[in-house]
């Protein structure tokens, strides 16, 4: 579906909700109001009505409470303290922590107030025709912001800084500026920046705003606007269009029209979409404006049947319905790249899949996909309830237009990839007791996670499962079509969270938020350790225990969304506790710091690796200009190179450690710039002693690289052969 997914509004409301201070009361948002100053010709926006418009309603919340759990503000605090710790320790300049508190602290005072930042049309004579502006209503915050921009422009330095003539306004901005024309200042309460406006565009209505609120936001309900976004991708096209005109590319949009115009893209009008908070849930509405016909990608879903979730089993703790016509889908690309590049792209592209396709031994288009109806429900079960599958899962059932051509082409690929897997991934079969044939597609690396994906053709739909109890749990449903068993459509909760449905859905997705979140955060609880033992070797000390959210777990209400279409474009709708999608992520992300946390301690060795590569070359420098004076001989010391740095301090490396008496860089003398092949030999070299996974390195010819040290070892020992002195021992860091 178009429109911001509802994890960018999650994370964007919890900023939000960073500010409360205080409530607001209007006859619409605040993010409506603001659209009265609002320049002609906006073309894109996103905007916010600010913490103190929100308190109230976010404070009720699902998000705003655990934001404001005791114990979550200190696992949070914790944490930043440790990785602020950590990005200052060492650094010669302590202000790098007041920086970046200021930074956090002053974009929390912006996002107590009303914002939008946004692109509008604007003629310029040069450059792109239209400008980038910000406009903040500060209402009764003036005086706090006022005195956060004197303070910025402090320490930007007054010297630095100058009146600027914006229309009629007269703005702050650089001085002497020959780069894009940038201006900041104050007209009434609004705080504006405007970037390519020497116009003043952007401006315009601030001291005389419209007297209603603009149409931009009209196809969609708001509830408080915690965040809105809105762009018109027609408008959007015609400045792209015009600068390209001016620049003399028009050519070069050639292809992309063609691109947009298969894609259905360029049908495409007004996208906008609001999230806010209604009765202690998150809300978010979106619409894309897309007129009848349909075409392109626009016209590959297709309305579908509700019914179906019959067949999901009334443990689910998530269950998702569509209706793609994946056949359209391909033909579409395919269509796309013949008209983008019909002499190179797609004779390679139809090459390639041809030879693929005599290599597996099916048929892309004319085989799976051409077998698949469209309709697909999957769904996931939770860990712990069922002895048949303790770890839970996840089972999908795809309708089939053929269910002989699916299962021939399933085999012939599992056959191709058994044969490539090279015995990692084991393909078997076997008959249950109704004389159903059961694919197993089993690898060690996934049987470890107690995952072995399993599938049946049952009827005219094919079942597939996480593991082989849920593909026969999940067979057995299809089978008697949910008749006699207890089904998620039958639940209590499941007929609050989807009461009053439009017709003709394109999409549903329905989630037991309280079931899904206690599970999560179980899994979560498994691997954090595991993400605690990788911060503490990168000097992290992050805290032992999760939060415990209980008492906030139990009211949580299930969520649902889904998507509709009309005559004149897109709608969707989304009602719950705004967690459901970024906790998907959440439990994987506690894995991938483990990974990530060594690597953040490795994070100052890279910026010390790039600041010594800077010195070798000013080290490069040095012996080019004394070679020069020498007729071509190098000096039989670094020290000599005195009278040619620029500081004597780049013979000091940032890398060598305070307790090493060591040389910083390493010199090969007795060679000569008029070397041949002076590529191939090295002159001046970092100090293994203090290198880890790596080394930088001059070479003769001037040019430096940075080496793993296999490959530094063996361009020394071709240097010292050419010399015939004997290679001197190299040990690294980590070798010793």
Not at 499 to 515: C, E, I, M, N
Not at 615 to 625: D, E, P, R, S, Y
Request: with cysteine; hydrophobic share 40%.
């Amino acid at each position: 579906m178009i429109g911001l997914r509802r994890s960018s509004w999650i994370c964007l409301s919890l900023l939000v909700a960073a500010g409360f201070v205080r409530t607001e009361t209007a006859a619409g948002s605040a993010v409506e109001e603001l659209t009265r100053v609002l320049p002609d010709d906006t073309v894109y926006f996103v905007a916010t009505s600010g913490g103190d418009a929100l308190k109230d309603e976010c404070t009720k919340s699902i998000l705003g409470r655990i934001g404001g759990d005791p114990q979550v503000t200190r696992f949070v605090t914790q944490i930043k303290t440790e990785l602020m710790a950590m990005v200052t320790r060492g650094e010669e300049q302590p202000q790098v922590s007041q920086i970046v508190n200021m930074a956090l602290e002053y974009a929390q005072l912006l996002l107590k107030r009303p914002i939008v930042i946004g692109v509008a049309r604007a003629e310029m004579a040069e450059g792109p025709p239209a400008c980038l502006f910000a406009i903040l209503d500060a209402g009764d915050r003036k005086s706090e912001l006022a005195a956060a921009v004197t303070r910025i422009e402090g320490m930007i330095g007054e010297d630095e800084i100058g009146e600027v003539e914006v229309g009629a306004l007269t703005m702050r901005g650089p001085k002497d500026s020959d780069e894009v024309p940038l201006y900041w200042g104050w007209v009434g309460k609004y705080l504006i920046v405007g970037i390519n406006d020497a116009q003043g565009v952007a401006a315009k209505y601030l001291a005389n705003p419209r007297a209603t609120a603009t149409d931009h936001l009209k196809k969609v309900p708001g509830h408080g606007d915690a965040l809105v976004a809105y762009y018109d991708v027609q408008k959007i096209w015609q400045i792209v269009q015009s600068f390209a005109l001016r620049e003399g590319g028009q050519d070069d949009l050639i292809p992309v029209k063609l691109a947009l115009d298969e894609l259905g893209v360029s049908r495409l009008g007004a996208v906008m979409a609001r999230v806010g908070f209604l009765g202690g849930d998150l809300v978010s509405d979106s619409f894309a404006e897309m007129p009848e016909p349909r075409t392109g990608l626009f016209a590959a879903s297709k309305p579908v049947d509700i019914s179906l979730l019959g067949m999901v089993d009334a443990m689910a703790v998530n269950a998702t319905i569509m209706n793609l016509d994946l056949g359209h889908i391909y033909d579409t690309a395919m269509k796309t790249l013949k008209a983008v590049s019909p002499d190179e792209g797609y004779p390679e592209i139809q090459e390639g899949l041809a030879e693929l396709e005599s290599e597996v031994g099916f048929r892309l288009r004319d085989g799976l996909l051409k077998s698949l109806a469209g309709p697909v429900v999957f769904y996931s079960l939770p860990a712990g309830r069922m002895p048949e599958a303790p770890m839970g899962g996840m089972v999908a059932m795809l309708k089939l237009s053929d269910t002989a051509l699916f299962e021939k082409t399933m085999t012939a690929l599992g056959t191709f990839i058994g044969e490539k897997a090279e015995g990692m991934l084991q393909i078997g079969s076997q008959t249950d007791d109704d004389g159903r044939t059961i694919h197993v597609w089993a690898s060690p690396a996934l049987a470890f996670a107690q995952v072995m994906p399993t599938w049946s053709v049952v009827g005219d739909h094919v079942v597939i499962g996480s593991n082989t109890a849920l593909c026969t749990m999940g067979i057995q449903r299809v089978a008697s079509r949910g008749d006699g068993k207890p089904s998620l459509a039958e639940s209590d909760s499941y007929k609050k969270a989807t009461a009053g449905l439009p017709k003709d859905l394109l999409s549903l997705s329905y989630v037991d938020s309280q079931a899904q979140f206690t599970q999560m955060m179980m899994q979560l609880q498994q691997v954090w350790p595991l993400a605690t033992m990788g911060a503490m070797k990168a000097g992290i000390k992050l805290p032992v225990m999760l939060p415990n959210l209980g008492a906030i777990v139990k009211d949580m209400q299930p969520a649902c969304e889904y998507s509709y279409a009309r005559p004149d474009g897109f709608y969707s709708h989304y009602r719950g506790t705004g967690l459901e999608v970024s906790l998907r992520g959440v439990a994987g992300g506690a894995v991938g710091a483990a990974v990530l946390m060594p690597a953040l301690a490795r994070t100052r060795e890279r910026a010390g690796q790039v600041r010594s590569m800077t010195n070798l070359k000013q080290i490069g420098l040095a012996l080019c200009m004394y070679a020069g004076d020498h007729e071509g001989c190098l000096p039989a010391e670094l020290k000599d190179l005195d009278p040619y740095l620029r500081d004597f301090s780049d013979l000091e490396s940032p890398l060598k450690p305070k307790d090493f008496d060591g040389p910083s860089y390493l010199y090969i003398a007795g060679q000569s710039a008029n070397t041949k092949q002076g590529d191939r030999y090295i002159v001046v070299y970092d100090n293994p002693a203090f290198c880890s996974d790596g080394i930088g390195v001059l070479f003769l010819d001037y040019h430096i690289e940075f080496m793993k040290p296999d490959a530094f070892r063996e361009a020394l020992k071709a240097t010292y052969e050419r010399l015939d002195r004997p290679v001197p021992e190299v040990r690294f860091k980590d070798e010793r």
